[in-house]
């Protein structure tokens, strides 16, 4: 029977120390363009150690996919180095760094995407209030958010992330393709 303090070991060869996790919690501390701010290191920092993995926050693939204020991003090359900031100060007490990704889709609002349409799956506006409706993407848009998705998960890798969590649930961009919500009506 494991325990929660027994380590874990995978098929890769890697191990985490024990069984918890931190969650991945918004804390919308990044600057206005996403990138790492000294409060994220320390707050991250703070958190590492006890737990054998922490899942930082969502960080948006693309430039126009923020769903908040104050997003994490890892859409350019340019922010690796403040990633990699990050991913070391968990690293430095023991935790693994692991870091979520995503694209809000049609949750992304014009306000904190430069004035930018959403997108999605299909025209269908976000169940909210005020939701805009937004554009159905082409298959040539889908293909192009793959590649972002994976330009994603290499920066994490070169940060010095130990992972990746691919965001697929809170009515996000991924989501947005097989949820009955997104169907044309």
């Known amino acids: ?8 070991l995978f098929q890769s060869g890697n191990k985490f120390k024990n069984r918890i996790v931190m969650a991945p919690m918004t804390i919308q501390s990044a600057f206005f363009d996403g990138g790492v701010t000294q409060e994220m290191i320390t707050y991250y920092a703070a958190r590492s150690g006890d ?24 859409d350019t090359d340019g922010k690796i180095a403040g990633l990699k900031q990050l991913a070391d ?3 430095a007490k023991g935790s693994k760094a692991i870091l979520q990704i995503y694209h809000a889709g049609r949750m992304a609002t014009p306000e904190f995407n430069g004035g930018h349409k959403p997108i999605s799956a299909s025209p269908v506006a976000a169940l909210r ?3 805009e409706t937004p554009l159905e993407m082409t298959p040539a848009q889908i293909e192009e958010m793959i590649e972002f998705f994976g330009n994603a998960v290499n ?13 697929g649930a809170n009515t996000y961009l991924i989501q947005q393709f097989f949820t009955p919500s997104t169907l044309h009506v």
């Open 1 to 8: 029977m494991a325990h929660l303090i027994d380590d874990v």
């Open 155 to 167: 920066r994490a890798i070169v940060a010095g992330f130990d992972g990746v969590e691919i965001h």
């Open 51 to 74: 737990a054998g993995a922490v899942i930082v926050e969502s960080a948006f693939v693309e430039n126009y996919g923020r769903a908040f204020p104050g997003a994490l991003g890892i």
């Open 129 to 131: 209030d005020n939701a």
């Open 89 to 91: 100060a968990i690293k």
